[in-house]
């Protein structure tokens, strides 16, 4: 099945703190692509092609790589002469999971079916080979020079010699005053590059259409790596002259790895993940990386006080190669021991803001009682009919959007367009039909965020939506996942039971779903039953108990507008996993910016202050 077309992203091009860009040439080239689903049979048959043309191919940790063919690079002879243990020439990757073709030589990737073509002995009529590329990427700096003296000391590392950065592939750009690294793919081609404003210490990617770029520094028959996440760092361990271990700078730090880099991590048997971990969206990105790179040969260093990133460990003068010894896998085994986990729980210790989870700018009473937004747990929302569960579902989300949470949205009962009108007027803070001007202005903001919709709607049944998710989370690093509502995968199952066991089935799967893959999954639902006089418990909404048992947070809206005359609506948290405070968040409502936010409404009442009484000088 093609799950991309499932998945529509928001923006293609995002800012973040770090100034993580991706560029306009990313963004129109990017949207012309595809991403594909795995499918079993069609791999299967693959490799069965493979064998038969005696083919060389080789699986590896995230991609089988292969003799590619798909292009018009080698003559006919040399293909009839290939054979299956010797590689002819550029390797292609197809991604274990997704089951994408990826061709670094020639930076293309096509669907598995596409490529199945190419290697047919006849290939079907109608069918082509690509030309064969030459990549050829084109600096967006045509003014880089050799590091001067005064830009390496601009950096402020202790020690560190104009001659040390140049040697690691390093080059100045002395009117914006950065450094600039190359970005390379698995075939060692250019495909981009990374910038270190020296000024305010902000990155920036670019890349070309495949953002399979990444930094590595050391030589190519070194098997083991250590993954960083921004340029500080990398310059701290390459310069180092670690024997050991290749240095890899992340091109998109903690917020993405695109599949289209992994095969440039093919060749490591070992990774170890040493990150500086500066924005709360960031952590435990290590665990969601891992799993994508193929935990197994993961390692992890846990950031704690004495074990920092590696360029506050140079300031601390703390042992480089010491703290890399120290690296333990990622994952536990099934049965461990205290020992085993004494580093996690400091690190978890010194870092316990962070562990709190990502807090709302919006909703500080909901920091209070909940810590912070955490990965892998789940959340259901519910409240009467009409209470506006959408409205603030929507909110919630943004809120956490705008601060870097990847968030995927399952809107079954309203349409896409709706639901990102209402996310962007909560954006805006006001309706802009009367301020149409305005529009572009604010769009090509919003479409920064990193926000995806799923394209289902009406009813659906629970097995395709998991898989879209579940693609939607390996390629877009998806942390947050909204179903609004859980009634619209109700009835359309072949079970054709008890309904309160259908509901209790899909919330198990949901649970499931979000500790498995470490996402946080919103689920909105409708209560059980309505008595408008009385006001929803857990017991009303669920009809169960299993519902609330699986849940980590509850949260209800009660509406006592509706029973009373000067009733207010507001939130109960009436579960509460994590650190178990039970409370309530009054929600007083802005029609005009759909929010329910008192920080949103006293700074509008502040703006209007300030128009209608212009202050006297
Ligand atoms: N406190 C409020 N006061 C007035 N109008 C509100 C309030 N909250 C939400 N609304 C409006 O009510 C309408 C319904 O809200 P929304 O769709 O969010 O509710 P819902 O609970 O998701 O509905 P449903 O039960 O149909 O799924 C929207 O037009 C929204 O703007
Ligand atoms: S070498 Fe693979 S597409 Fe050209």
Redesign the pocket.
């Known amino acids: 099945m093609r799950l991309a077309g499932l998945i529509k992203p928001l923006r293609l091009l995002r800012v973040n703190k770090t100034r993580c860009l991706l560029s306009e040439q990313h963004y129109a080239t990017k949207a012309e692509q595809e991403e594909y689903a795995f499918n079993t049979k069609e791999y299967l048959d693959f490799k069965k092609q493979l064998r038969q043309l005696n083919v060389y191919n080789r699986d590896g940790h995230t991609c089988l790589q292969v003799d590619c063919r798909l292009c018009e690079r080698l003559p006919a002879a040399a293909r009839a002469t290939a054979t299956a243990s010797r590689s002819q020439g550029p390797l292609a990757y197809v991604n274990k999971r997704t089951g994408a073709f990826i061709c670094p030589n020639c930076d293309v990737k096509v669907s598995l079916t596409h490529a199945l073509e190419a290697y047919q002995t006849v290939p079907p009529s109608g069918f082509r080979r690509l030309p064969e590329k030459s990549l050829e990427y084109a600096t967006r700096f045509p003014n880089l020079i050799s590091v001067t003296a005064e830009a390496c000391e601009a950096l402020g590392l202790k020690g560190l010699k104009e001659t040390q950065l140049n040697a690691i592939g390093a080059q100045f750009e002395p009117e914006q005053k950065l450094l600039h690294f190359r970005l390379r793919n698995a075939s060692h081609k250019i495909v981009g590059e990374k910038v270190l404003h020296l000024g305010d210490r902000s990155e920036q990617t670019f890349q070309c259409s495949s953002s399979s770029g990444l930094l590595i520094h050391g030589s190519g028959n070194k098997t083991k790596a250590v993954l960083v996440s921004n340029l500080l760092d990398f310059i701290v361990l390459a310069t180092q002259n670690i024997e050991t271990h290749c240095i890899i700078c992340l091109p998109y730090a903690m917020q993405q790895l695109p599949q289209e880099c992994l095969p440039g991590l093919e060749r490591f048997k070992e990774l170890v993940f040493w990150l500086h971990y500066d924005a709360t969206p960031s952590w435990d990105a290590a665990s969601a990386f891992a799993q994508k790179m193929d935990e197994k040969r993961c390692l992890l260093i846990r950031p704690t006080e004495t074990e920092p990133a590696p360029h506050v460990a140079l300031k601390k003068r703390l042992n480089i190669r010491h703290i890399l010894a120290k690296a333990t896998p990622v994952r536990h085994k099934a049965i461990t021991t205290f020992n085993a986990l004494r580093n996690d729980i400091l690190s978890e210790l010194q870092n316990i803001e962070k562990v709190n989870g990502v807090k709302w700018k919006r909703f500080p009473v909901l920091n209070k009682l909940l810590k912070g937004h955490r990965k892998g747990e789940l959340t259901i929302l519910t ?12 909110e919630y989300s943004l809120d956490l959007a705008m601060q870097g949470v990847s968030t995927l949205w399952g809107s079954f ?2 349409r896409n367009t709706r639901l990102a009108a ?1 996310l962007l007027r909560q954006f805006v803070g006001y309706p802009l039909d009367d301020k149409l001007q305005e529009f572009d202005h604010w769009a090509t903001e919003f479409e920064r965020l990193p926000l995806y919709f799923m394209t289902f709607h009406g009813q659906q049944p629970l097995k395709p939506v998991l898989e879209a998710i579940e693609h939607a989370q390996y390629v877009h690093d998806i942390s947050h996942v909204i179903i ?2 859980l009634q619209f995968m109700m009835g359309v199952s072949s079970y054709r039971g008890d309904k309160f066991w259908e509901q209790d089935s899909i919330i198990a799967a949901f649970r499931g779903f979000a500790t498995k893959h470490n996402v946080h999954v919103t689920l ?1 639902m ?1 209560p059980r039953k309505e008595r408008q006089e009385d006001e929803l418990t857990t017991s009303s909404v669920f009809g169960t108990a299993k519902a609330t048992q699986e849940a980590d947070n509850v949260l209800i ?1 009660q ?1 006592k ?1 509706l029973t009373a005359v000067r009733g207010k ?1 507001y939130l109960q948290v009436a579960k509460n996993r994590y650190s178990g405070d039970l409370g309530i968040m009054p ?3 802005d ?1 005009d910016a ?1 929010s ?1 936010s008192s920080s949103v409404q006293s700074a509008k009442r502040r703006r209007e202050r300030e128009k209608t009484s212009p202050t006297e000088s």
Do not use: A, Q, W
């Open positions: 409240g009467p009919t009409g209470s506006g569960k959408t409205t603030f579902t929507s009962e309203i209402t609004d509502n909105v409708h809206i509406d507008r609506k929600m007083e409502f029609k759909l329910y």
